[in-house]
């Protein structure tokens, strides 16, 4: 139940705290941190328009994606304190209920027939592909070195196989992580959100046709999303057995690094080039690999 | 007794299929089939819930020859529930959608089809039962030629005729090999039944005949590469047809190597590790093909080889359990696999039903002239939606609890596996979870293309709803999608039974326990997400009902000309796939660009097309080389009588010169 709480309480900060710190590295004043949050009451109250091509699927989606979200975030643990729904191998069921979020967003952008639509579906679709691998090989290393397949599980016995150089391998899964978060979130450097050409986005221009009630729930369901990664690399970096206070600390000092790590990523580097997506994609299950080759040898298969 | 005098009189009378006339032929063959499915469903259940355990009825038994005798075990109880649910959601399928061919058509060609139709099931029914070898292997035959007889329906069209005839010549040549296996089997043991493979095997070694029985099999499941009939033969059969071929008939090489796997003693680690790479091979190539077709039913036809890849994927990670020791491994792959085939056959025949309610509708399976069709045929949509999503293995539909089953399994083993095993299992995560983000990409694209947007011809527009006689049955396979998806923990447990008795797995209570706990959570997770879902959906409704709510044109960035033939396209969708899969699909353009002193360029014609690599080199490049071969030989083929002669007798005289030098 605490991890639920909790992604919640750092999802409503999580986009405020990314673009503080793109103002701050720009220079500029900027909107305060509760900006995002006064923009989606004004998306909650506005009215909607939808587009005469659309159906049933367009209307839905939206829906679909925010309760596979939240689907997912039932699965995830707070340190020691397990998940609403804890099993083995509930990280399968985590994998594909972000991906039923994603089906649904995908047609739900063919559903316009708008050519800029379908173009954004068919790279979300292609990126999601290639992302799979790195999440499953990751979370398979987890498994293998800690011989459980829960969530709720895994992360508290991680530390405690009294292996000292297990540090290696959570920076590794640390980093990657973040990668994935960035890629399923169509961050920088795959995806920037800011950018004001429709040839050039990939999230941004499958939603181009949303409004009002419908637009709010993906953007919720966006923020839920970065904290539900923030969750899984505090859950991945800080030991079990701290006392809550320093937990609870812990939690939301991971979270705001997060949020920080991708602000300063958006202001200091430019979107990659479309066509090395799939190579920088592809670049992240290669680092996942060698966080199994690196587990490999610390269980002393290899070597 | 009775059981098999009922069965016997049942076979009998679909005979008088020919005689019945026109609008009662349709109802007699049902009549048949019913009765036939309750028969032998009622002896599968007896099997499956354990109140039986093990039936033998004798059909004709001769003192020499085959003994047609039908024994049921758990493994075969399991392949007559599978067979008999599709058989018969097809056969009422099929009433709608011959409806149009009925007064073009005469009134054999349908006697014809509905007897073929009849013996499909009844030979794919045998096939199960049958131990005998020469009885199987007859079977196993009609098999081929009624599925035939079914294929080439429209044979007025020369393309389906030679689509038939090449699946025909594929399907002996698979049964060769199968031929060739049991007669292994009767030089060494003297029985020519699946029930001396034991004794066989026990002595000789195991993987060769294995070998011969999987490429026999696997010809018949559409293994890459010996998948080649299958993309041609499923597009070409009517879709009820399809859908059976699809969802069943291919499994009856699965169930032939599952039973050759159940009596395998030893090669078990290079078996596994064989069928894995084959898997894995097929998998991946499937689902890549099918990411890139146009043709909606040969899409399908790609994601079978796909789903054949999984479940093959499932039986080899429970055969490498098998030789590790591993009964978890062992259970999970197995139980996986053997799910599968039953959910697949499930959403499968429903997708190859809806493919064929869209042809029904538009008269074509070219998906580039489909579009906005959800708003025509609102409920053929809403189908084709939960199969694509039970497809992709998404919660809570049912292909996500054997893809989870088979996840399962590599996850457990990977714990305490050696160096070469954990790599071993770290390749098939890699493929399953690639496999996975594939079909979502093939599925959004072909739902997304055909059924939302905008129509792309003006065809579609006529299109209309399928008949409630079509709809009604995929209502059904619907509900068993949600059965298995949403009440896993139940439907599983026979499936567990199944595998530990068919390979023999004891002490398995402990992991079979804690499986059935996880998949309760699932269930339970994916009834909170049902729930939720429409919760949000009723706040949402009730949100925008104080909204003002307005319709309006999809944003066109300023530009208001727009046609939807501005939409993208399928090969669009896919198309940076295809660059990035370039070296295997080799995805090619055919440009007709203007010639230099063409001031007033004409119409032009563009085509893209990509490759089936695995039969463009393992199959059509060794084929033409060797007919190549074949015709320099021709060359003594001279027509005139007197080389034939000499041929004669340089024959002779080589006969002689070698039996003079001790040679022969």
């Given at each position: 139940?605490?991890?639920?709480?909790?992604?919640?309480?750092?999802?409503?900060?999580?986009?405020?705290?990314?673009?503080?710190?793109?103002?701050?590295?720009?220079g500029?004043?900027?909107?305060?941190?509760f900006?995002?949050?006064?923009?989606?009451?004004?998306?909650?109250?506005?009215?909607?328009?939808?587009?005469?091509?659309?159906?049933?699927?367009?209307?839905?989606?939206?829906?679909?994606?925010?309760?596979?979200?939240?689907?997912?975030?039932?699965?995830?643990?707070?340190?020691?304190?397990?998940?609403?729904?804890?099993?083995?191998?509930?990280?399968?069921?985590f994998?594909?209920?972000?991906?039923?979020?994603?089906?649904?967003?995908?047609?739900?952008?063919?559903?316009?027939?708008?050519?800029?639509?379908?173009?954004?579906a068919?790279?979300?679709?292609?990126?999601?592909?290639?992302?799979?691998?790195a999440?499953?090989?990751?979370?398979a290393?987890?498994a293998m070195f800690?011989?459980?397949?829960?969530?709720?599980?895994?992360?508290n016995?991680f530390y405690?196989?009294?292996?000292?150089?297990?540090?290696?391998?959570?920076?590794?899964?640390a980093?990657?992580?973040?990668q994935?978060?960035?890629?399923?979130?169509?961050?920088?450097?795959?995806?920037?959100?800011?950018?004001?050409?429709?040839?050039?986005?990939?999230?941004?221009?499958?939603?181009?046709?949303?409004?009002?009630?419908?637009?709010?729930?993906?953007?919720?369901?966006?923020?839920?999303?970065?904290?539900?990664?923030?969750?899984?690399?505090?859950?991945?970096?800080v030991?079990a057995?701290w006392?809550?206070?320093?937990?609870?600390?812990?939690?939301?000092?991971?979270?705001?690094?997060?949020?920080?790590?991708?602000?300063?990523?958006?202001?200091?580097?430019?979107?990659?080039?479309?066509?090395?997506?799939?190579?920088?994609?592809?670049?992240?299950?290669?680092?996942?690999?060698?966080?199994?080759?690196?587990?490999?040898?610390?269980?002393?298969?290899?070597? | 007794?009775?059981?098999?005098?009922?069965?016997?009189?049942?076979?009998?009378l679909?005979?008088?299929?020919?005689?019945?006339?026109?609008?009662?032929?349709?109802?007699?063959?049902?009549?048949?089939?019913?009765?036939?499915?309750?028969?032998?469903?009622?002896?599968?259940?007896?099997?499956?819930?354990?109140?039986?355990?093990a039936?033998?009825?004798?059909?004709?038994?001769?003192?020499?020859?085959?003994?047609?005798?039908?024994t049921?075990?758990?493994?075969?109880?399991?392949?007559?529930?599978?067979?008999?649910?599709?058989?018969?959601?097809?056969?009422f399928?099929?009433?709608?959608?011959l409806?149009?061919?009925?007064?073009?058509?005469?009134?054999?060609?349908?006697?014809?089809?509905?007897?073929?139709?009849?013996?499909?099931?009844?030979?794919?029914l045998?096939?199960?039962?049958?131990?005998?070898g020469?009885a199987?292997l007859?079977a196993?035959?009609?098999m081929?030629?009624s599925?035939?007889?079914?294929?080439?329906?429209?044979?007025?069209?020369?393309?389906?005729?030679?689509?038939?005839?090449?699946y025909?010549?594929?399907?002996?040549?698979?049964?060769?090999?199968?031929l060739?296996?049991?007669?292994?089997?009767?030089?060494?043991?003297?029985?020519?039944s699946?029930?001396?493979?034991?004794?066989?095997?026990?002595?000789?070694?195991?993987?060769?005949l294995?070998?011969?029985?999987?490429?026999?099999?696997?010809?018949?499941?559409?293994f890459?590469p010996?998948?080649?009939?299958?993309?041609?033969?499923?597009?070409?059969?009517?879709?009820?047809?399809?859908?059976?071929?699809s969802?069943?008939?291919?499994?009856?090489?699965?169930?032939?190597?599952?039973?050759?796997?159940?009596?395998?003693?030893?090669?078990?680690l290079?078996?596994?590790?064989?069928?894995l790479?084959?898997s894995?091979?097929?998998?991946?190539?499937?689902?890549?093909?099918?990411?890139?077709q146009?043709?909606?039913?040969?899409?399908?036809?790609?994601?079978?080889?796909?789903?054949?890849?999984?479940?093959?994927i499932?039986?080899g990670?429970?055969?490498?359990?098998?030789?590790?020791?591993?009964?978890?491994?062992?259970?999970?792959?197995?139980?996986?696999?053997?799910?599968?085939?039953?959910?697949?056959?499930?959403?499968?025949?429903?997708?190859?039903?809806?493919?064929?309610?869209?042809?029904?509708?538009?008269?074509?399976?070219?998906?580039?002239?489909?579009?906005?069709?959800?708003?025509?045929?609102?409920?053929?949509?809403?189908?084709?939606?939960?199969?694509?999503?039970?497809?992709?293995?998404?919660?809570?539909?049912?292909?996500f609890?054997?893809?989870?089953?088979?996840?399962?399994?590599m996850?457990?083993?990977?714990?305490?596996?050696?160096?070469?095993?954990?790599?071993?299992?770290?390749?098939?995560?890699?493929?399953?979870?690639?496999?996975?983000?594939?079909?979502?990409?093939?599925?959004?694209?072909?739902?997304?293309?055909?059924?939302?947007?905008?129509?792309?011809?003006?065809?579609?527009?006529?299109?209309?709803?399928?008949?409630?006689?079509?709809?009604?049955p995929?209502?059904?396979?619907?509900?068993l999608?949600?059965?298995?998806?949403?009440?896993?923990?139940?439907?599983?447990?026979?499936?567990?039974?199944n595998v530990?008795?068919?390979?023999?797995?004891?002490?398995?209570?402990?992991?079979?326990?804690?499986?059935?706990?996880?998949?309760?959570?699932?269930?339970?997770?994916?009834?909170?997400?049902?729930?939720?879902?429409?919760?949000?959906?009723?706040?949402?409704?009730?949100?925008?009902?104080?909204?003002?709510?307005?319709?309006?044109p999809?944003?066109?960035?300023?530009?208001?000309a727009?046609?939807?033939?501005?939409?993208?396209?399928?090969?669009s969708?896919?198309?940076?796939?295809?660059v990035?899969a370039?070296?295997?699909?080799?995805?090619?353009?055919?440009?007709?660009?203007?010639?230099?002193?063409?001031?007033?360029?004409?119409?032009?014609?563009?085509?893209?097309?990509?490759?089936?690599m695995?039969?463009?080199?393992?199959?059509?490049?060794p084929?033409?080389?060797?007919?190549?071969?074949?015709?320099r030989?021709?060359?003594?083929?001279?027509?005139?009588?007197?080389?034939?002669i000499?041929?004669?007798?340089?024959?002779?005289?080589?006969?002689?010169?070698?039996?003079l030098f001790?040679?022969?």
């Open positions: 139940m605490a991890g639920f709480i909790l992604i919640v309480i750092a999802a409503l900060f999580f986009p405020g705290i990314i673009l503080r710190t793109k103002s701050i590295a720009s500029r004043k900027g909107p305060g941190i900006q995002p949050l006064k923009d989606l009451a004004v998306l909650l109250r506005k009215d909607s328009v939808f587009s005469t091509s659309t159906g049933l699927i367009f209307r839905i989606a939206p829906s679909v994606a925010l309760v596979s979200v939240t689907g997912a975030m039932l699965l995830l643990p707070f340190s020691e304190h397990k998940a609403i729904l804890h099993f083995e191998g509930d990280f399968i069921m994998a594909y209920l972000l991906a039923l979020g994603k089906f649904f967003m995908i047609i739900a952008a063919l559903d316009t027939g708008s050519s800029f639509e379908g173009m954004g068919s790279r979300e679709a292609l990126y999601s592909m290639l992302v799979e691998p999440f499953f090989i990751l979370l290393t987890f800690s011989s459980y397949t829960s969530f709720s599980v895994i992360f016995h405690i196989t009294g292996n000292d150089y297990v540090f290696i391998y959570s920076i590794i899964g980093y990657l992580f973040v994935i978060a960035m890629v399923e979130n169509s961050r920088l450097p795959v995806d920037d959100p800011k950018t004001h050409l429709e040839l050039t986005m990939v999230h941004e221009v499958m939603i181009l046709d949303y409004s009002g009630f419908d637009k709010a729930l993906i953007h919720i369901a966006t923020n839920l999303k970065f904290a539900l990664y923030g969750s899984l690399i505090y859950n991945l970096l030991p057995g006392n809550t206070l320093l937990k609870t600390g812990a939690f939301f000092g991971v979270q705001t690094l997060f949020a920080v790590i991708i602000g300063i990523t958006e202001s200091f580097r430019a979107r990659n080039k479309m066509n090395k997506n799939p190579k920088f994609i592809l670049t992240l299950t290669t680092i996942a690999l060698i966080a199994f080759m690196v587990i490999l040898i610390l269980t002393e298969k290899l070597v | 007794m009775f059981g098999s005098v009922a069965f016997l009189i049942i076979i009998a679909s005979l008088l299929i020919f005689a019945v006339s026109e609008p009662l032929k349709y109802y007699f063959t049902l009549a048949l089939l019913l009765a036939g499915v309750a028969l032998s469903g009622s002896w599968s259940i007896d099997i499956l819930t354990g109140s039986a355990p039936i033998e009825l004798i059909l004709f038994r001769p003192a020499h020859g085959p003994g047609f005798v039908l049921l075990d758990s493994l075969s109880a399991f392949f007559v529930i599978v067979i008999n649910i599709t058989v018969l959601i097809g056969f399928y099929a009433r709608g959608y409806a149009p061919y009925r007064q073009t058509k005469q009134n054999t060609r349908f006697s014809i089809h509905f007897f073929s139709y009849f013996w499909l099931w009844l030979s794919m045998m096939v199960v039962l049958l131990r005998d020469l199987f007859i196993w035959e009609i081929a030629l599925s035939f007889f079914l294929v080439i329906f429209e044979a007025e069209d020369r393309k389906i005729m030679k689509t038939g005839i090449s025909l010549i594929q399907m002996h040549v698979g049964m060769f090999f199968i060739i296996a049991f007669l292994l089997v009767y030089r060494a043991t003297g029985r020519l699946f029930d001396a493979l034991a004794e066989y095997f026990s002595v000789h070694r195991n993987l060769p294995f070998l011969l029985f999987f490429v026999g099999f696997a010809i018949k499941a559409g890459v010996l998948h080649t009939w299958l993309p041609e033969a499923h597009p070409a059969a009517p879709s009820h047809v399809s859908g059976v071929m969802g069943v008939m291919i499994k009856m090489g699965i169930y032939g190597i599952a039973r050759v796997l159940a009596s395998m003693q030893s090669d078990l290079a078996t596994g590790i064989f069928i790479v084959i894995i091979m097929s998998g991946l190539g499937g689902i890549m093909m099918a990411l890139v146009s043709d909606m039913k040969k899409m399908l036809a790609y994601s079978t080889i796909e789903n054949i890849g999984i479940i093959g499932g039986l990670l429970g055969v490498t359990g098998q030789a590790l020791g591993s009964q978890s491994l062992a259970l999970l792959g197995f139980s996986g696999a053997l799910l599968h085939v039953f959910n697949h056959s499930l959403f499968k025949s429903l997708l190859f039903f809806n493919a064929g309610s869209v042809y029904y509708a538009t008269h074509t399976r070219n998906m580039e002239q489909m579009g906005g069709l959800m708003k025509k045929m609102p409920w053929t949509a809403m189908m084709f939606l939960t199969g694509s999503l039970a497809i992709c293995g998404l919660p809570p539909f049912n292909g609890i054997s893809e989870y089953l088979i996840y399962m399994g996850f457990y083993s990977l714990s305490d596996a050696t160096l070469y095993i954990s790599l071993l299992m770290i390749v098939a995560i890699l493929a399953l979870s690639l496999i996975g983000g594939l079909a979502l990409f093939a599925f959004t694209r072909a739902f997304g293309i055909v059924f939302l947007g905008e129509a792309r011809t003006a065809a579609m527009n006529h299109a209309g709803e399928a008949t409630p006689g079509m709809i009604i995929q209502v059904f396979t619907v509900g999608i949600l059965l298995v998806g949403l009440g896993s923990s139940v439907v599983v447990k026979p499936v567990f039974n530990m008795i068919t390979w023999g797995l004891k002490g398995m209570p402990m992991v079979a326990g804690a499986l059935s706990y996880n998949l309760s959570r699932i269930s339970l997770a994916g009834g909170i997400l049902v729930v939720t879902l429409g919760a949000l959906l009723l706040y949402r409704r009730y949100h925008l009902s104080r909204r003002v709510v307005e319709a309006g999809t944003w066109g960035c300023g530009y208001t727009i046609t939807p033939r501005h939409q993208y396209t399928a090969n969708f896919s198309g940076n796939f295809n990035l370039k070296p295997v699909l080799r995805t090619g353009k055919i440009i007709d660009l203007p010639g230099e002193n063409e001031l007033f360029p004409g119409k032009r014609e563009f085509f893209t097309r990509s490759h089936d695995f039969k463009l080199y393992l199959v059509d490049w084929a033409n080389r060797l007919s190549g071969l074949l015709k030989i021709a060359v003594m083929q001279t027509g005139q009588i007197r080389h034939y000499l041929y004669a007798f340089l024959f002779m005289l080589l006969v002689l010169l070698l039996s001790n040679i022969i």
